[in-house]
């Protein structure tokens, strides 16, 4: 089943401790990107990565990292959270990112609270 | 950069009648118009997109209107069933041939749909 997976769907941190939330899809997908997702904001990007090795910043970066070494994986690194970034995050994923014909495939999302 | 606003915020409908959620967007350059359907628990999943040479597209019961003078783009449900209670976000940006995939999305909509 085609399908972008992330992990964990629940987190609870601490200020400062620093934690990272995988992203994996198994379509062979150029373009990855990370969105967090707040009450009466919709949806943001954070960053985004048209392939291997190429990353860059999306509207919010401010507080991220992200790494792309492998096709498939896209994980979302927080070096040192803040309570300001408890959110509701999501990966999503598309073949090469651009093109009328492409879809935006979602993961399940991942909750952060970072107290 | 582009700015989407999304009315109402919560719509209330009874089963078998219609549902209308209406999008506005402030970048004339925008070209590309997708709606999203987020479930409870769930990421936002694709249910219909429109490009900016196109007035109207229909998918069973669902339809995309798009008024590029007025630039507002609305979404239309009609025979509404209890499975179409989620919140609906709609998103607008330019969709590049290659590059990211760039888009402003909407605070969302909470549609209700009472049986």
């Known amino acids: 089943e085609a399908q972008v997976t992330q992990n964990p769907r629940y987190l609870i941190t601490v200020t400062g401790k620093k934690l990272t939330v995988t992203c994996s899809q198994n379509?062979?997908?150029?373009?990855m990107s990370w969105y967090r997702q707040d009450p009466g904001l919709g949806l943001r990007q954070i960053y985004y990565s048209m392939n291997v090795e190429v990353t860059d910043k999306g509207d919010v970066p401010e507080g991220y990292k992200v790494s792309r070494k492998e096709k498939r994986n896209f994980p979302l690194i927080l070096e040192s959270p803040s309570p300001n970034q408890t959110s509701l995050y999501f990966c999503?994923?598309?073949?090469?990112?651009?093109?009328?014909?492409?879809?935006?495939?979602f993961g399940s999302g991942t909750q952060l609270s970072v107290l | 950069g582009e700015n989407v606003e999304q009315h109402p915020s919560t719509l209330s409908v009874q089963e078998g009648d219609s549902a209308v959620i209406k999008c506005t967007y402030s970048d004339s350059a925008s070209n590309y118009f997708p709606w999203y359907k987020q479930e409870l628990g769930k990421g936002p999943q694709l249910i219909i997109d429109i490009r900016s040479n196109v007035g109207e597209k229909k998918d069973q019961r669902i339809a995309v209107t798009l008024n590029k003078t007025a630039k507002h783009f609305s979404l239309h449900i009609t025979e509404t069933q209890p499975e179409d209670s989620a919140v609906y976000f709609c998103a607008a940006g330019v969709r590049p041939l290659y590059g990211n995939n760039r888009l402003a999305f909407g605070k969302g909509n909470q549609v209700v749909v009472i049986p």
């Open positions: 999503a994923s598309s073949l090469t990112g651009g093109g009328f014909d492409e879809k935006l495939f």
């Open positions: 379509m062979n997908h150029e373009y």
